[in-house]
């Protein structure tokens, strides 16, 4: 865990000198996103459980890294050198020493990520064969948040490439049911890995990893910035939104 530290340190310390220098802290998504691949590969080499666990466990992840970096890269890159209105926020909060402030923040994405994963360290440690019945279900649960998250990523994109009206509030497909539906199943991910953690030793503490993302999507950099954003934004007609529909956990809107 201590190596898997450093090579979040490096990544992340790269990413905000390279940030300050093109002047968009944007970047940080994306490097937030394709961090876990390579912990994750590390845990796998030098875990010392069951083979079989340790590759499976080293391509789920990192399948699913490579897929939501790729989209935040794709995201970042079309509207650079714009900054990420979220950041901005940020900026202008910090305007005292924004490089300073934001190397800070940057370390805490590092912090977050090591923490989100201990599950897999833990299950990388896992001797006992075959697989855990947990195991069989928290995969279930991977499965079903990849691609749930994967389809609200692609019908937000779809909708921002194709709406006319600036303002316009994406209403289709898992958006019609939840006003964060990527975030939704960004924190089911989690609570899969917890299973698949659940049988191994000291398992029970992988439960640190879904608790701290659900605390940052409730109450830190997820719903709350971007829901008031979308307010100042959109103004009434988000409101309205808000009152119909669920916030986070998907489910039919209010008439």
Known sequence: MLIAALILLMLFVLTWALSVKLNNYSFVDVTWALAFAPVAAWYAVSGEGWMPRRAAIAVLVGAWSLRLGIHLWRRVASHHPKEDVRYAVLREKWKANPPKAFFWFFLAQAVLVWLLMLPVHL???????????????????????????????????????????????????????????????????????????????WGWTAIVAPLAMLHFLLNVTGIPLTEKLSVEKRGDAYRDYQRRTSAFVPWFPKK
Not at 137 to 159: K, T
Request: net charge negative.
């Open 123 to 201: 299950i990388c440690q896992q001797a006992m064969e075959p697989f855990h019945i947990l195991e069989y279900v928290g995969l279930g649960i991977w499965f079903v948040a990849l691609i749930g998250e994967g389809i609200s990523d692609a019908q937000l994109a779809h909708f921002k490439r194709t709406q006319t009206d600036s303002k316009g509030i994406c209403e289709v497909g898992l958006w019609h049911y939840s006003r964060h539906p990527n975030y939704f199943f960004q924190s089911l991910l989690w609570w899969g890995l917890f299973l698949m953690a659940l049988p191994a030793a």
